[in-house]
């Protein structure tokens, strides 16, 4: 596969299926995940230090009319112990 990036080309190698790049116009943020089916999944850092998730909607609902979910990690509520995880 071929990418452009400010006026740029570059290959990506399609033995692996994982990403590693930056937001255009924020050099300091960090993107990496993998394409599944087409699909994005992953994680963003901006370097504001703000974090995001890109799952695929498919586990969750295969009847709903996009593709993925994007979310800051500010929403996730995790557990306060993995023993509250076993519950």
């Known amino acids: 596969a071929v990418a452009e990036y400010s006026n740029e080309t570059m290959t990506i190698e399609r033995d692996s299926n994982m990403y590693e790049g930056i937001i255009k116009d924020d050099n300091q943020s960090q993107v990496f995940g993998s394409i599944h089916d087409g699909i994005f999944e ?46």
């Open 42 to 87: 992953g994680m963003i850092t901006l370097s504001n230090g703000e974090e995001f998730w890109i799952e695929s909607s498919f586990p969750y609902n295969a009847s709903v009319p996009f593709h993925s979910f994007i979310y800051s990690t500010d929403e996730i509520e995790m557990p306060e112990s993995t023993e509250r995880m076993m519950r």
